[in-house]
């Protein structure tokens, strides 16, 4: 691959969005709240099949049984496993009420279990969970159905409980190989333990096993980061999703733990950025784009190939686009031209439900503007490319004068190499790719208004 200069190093070494959505979650209002929200699913409902979009439910579970120092999730630190009994009830009410909205037996094509540790639920708990799940909603044969796991908190037995339930995915939280790594942010798990849970994972037939990532965390440097990038190349998993530390001990709390002295600088993050990405091509993965990895085999590899690849509040999907109904404390959802977010403590999501009501607090009607706009940035995330008649067509816009402010930009991003103009559109170049949240940013007409841009975690 090529180089990366220094100078582009240094202009994009700048705070930005990873726009899993556009508008920004951060961009959600209060004054949109459960009545919103019920309109969004009552229209989606009376929508013909011809026009309604897939669904896709994300099912949030917040508890842990340890603080990991770098997250950023919402969870609950407890090891008394009861509360998750009661976390079920205030679920299942969540749920009818949905289908009291939107109907019972809408067929769901992705289903993603998120935290937190979704896999903190009993082996019980979990087949409650799921039952719940299809007693009101239909799974599509060949669906997405993943769950996170924590490879310190499960076992090969648990793994086949999750096949038994019908989960296709499985992601495991990685971060760091490097035993000193593991120790500044307080998550201690041998690489024998992952080793051992993703051939069980194999043997089992998951069709896709993903592992997770993070540089820029204390302790790490390019060599010892090196020394994991061969380790995840021998374990061989289908995906690889490689995150960037955002360091915002500000918004969270537990960040506050990590001494920031041993986290490293600017330019070793850059320097385990580039080698990650020369390390896993070399080894025949697929860069997705941005974050992700795949083995040309993959489904992800496939629909990137066939321009075929979406994105979410999860990352990158191979699921057409959806929406998404969000389900548990925090979560979001994208139903129609809306986003929504659920009630963020577990208190305030369990008294919304206590007066039967949907725990939406706050959300967001997106208008027209919002709307093209995040067609054209997620064409940029998802396919690097613009084409100028298509979206014309789709939005019946005149995309050179709409965005003749942006095309500027883009005029400078092509002399930097990021970019191609032509006189059909805007193509992302291999090097674009390393920037792309930079490029997308042009078109994001908050930021446009906003230079404040302390809430997101960096580029590089």
């Known amino acids: 691959m090529n180089a990366v200069s220094p100078e582009l190093l240094r202009r994009f070494d700048v705070p930005g969005p990873r726009y899993t959505s556009y508008p920004t979650a951060d961009r959600f209002v209060e004054a949109f709240g459960q009545e919103d929200y019920v309109l969004a699913l009552s229209q989606r409902r009376l929508g013909t099949a011809a026009t309604a979009l897939p669904l896709s439910l994300y099912v949030h579970i917040p508890f842990c049984e340890s603080l ?7 969870k609950i630190i407890t090891k008394h496993h009861d509360r998750a009994d009661v976390y079920l009830r205030y679920l299942s009410r969540e749920i009818d009420l ?63 409980v999750l096949a038994e339930l019908g989960f296709n995915r499985l992601s495991f939280g990685v971060q760091d190989f490097d035993a000193e790594v593991q120790k500044a942010v307080h998550r201690i798990q041998p690489a024998e333990q992952v080793f051992a ?6 043997s089992l037939g998951f069709e896709s096993v993903n592992v997770d990532l993070i540089y820029g965390l204390p302790r790490q440097t390019p060599e010892s980061f090196d020394r994991t990038l061969a380790q995840v190349v021998q374990l061989r998993p289908d995906r690889i999703a490689l995150y960037a530390y955002a360091h915002l001990p500000d918004r969270f709390k537990p960040q506050r733990r990590i001494i920031s002295t041993e986290l490293p600088t600017a330019s070793s993050k850059v320097t385990m950025l580039s080698r990650s990405l020369e390390t896993f091509i070399d080894a025949g993965y697929v860069y997705v784009g941005m974050d992700h990895f795949a083995l040309p085999t993959d489904a992800l590899a496939v629909a990137k190939r066939q321009g075929r690849l979406h994105r979410n509040f999860q990352g990158y999907s191979t699921q057409p686009d959806c929406d998404l109904i969000g389900l548990g404390v925090s979560a979001i959802g994208r139903v129609g031209a809306t986003y929504s977010q659920n009630a963020k403590s577990l208190e305030e999501y369990y008294d919304h439900l ?26 940029l995330m998802c396919q690097g490319e613009l084409l100028f008649e298509p979206l014309d067509q789709a939005w019946l816009i005149d995309f050179r004068k709409y965005f003749a402010p942006e095309l500027e930009q883009m005029e400078t991003m092509a002399e930097q190499g990021l ?5 059909e559109g805007v193509k992302v170049t291999s090097m674009g790719w390393f920037f792309v949240r930079g490029i997308a ?15 997101f975690s960096r580029i590089i």
Request: net charge positive.
């Open 354 to 379: 206590d007066q039967g009501r949907l725990p939406v607090v706050r959300g967001l009607a997106l208008n027209r503007d919002d709307l093209v706009r995040r067609a054209v940035i997620m064409a």
């Open 441 to 455: 940013m042009v078109f994001d007409r908050y930021l446009q208004a906003d230079r404040n841009r302390a809430r």
């Open 419 to 423: 970019v191609v103009l032509s006189a």
């Open 98 to 160: 949905h289908t009291a909205h939107c109907g019972t037996g809408q067929t769901v094509s992705q289903l993603h279990l998120g935290g937190g540790t979704p896999t903190f639920l009993s082996d019980d708990g979990l087949r409650q969970l799921m039952a719940m799940l299809r007693r009101s909603f239909t799974f599509a044969p060949g669906g997405e159905y993943s769950i996170e796991v924590d490879p310190r908190t499960v076992s090969a037995e648990r793994l086949a």
């Open 68 to 74: 990991c120092y770098y997250c950023a999730c919402n």
């Open 197 to 202: 849970l993703v051939e069980a994972a194999r």
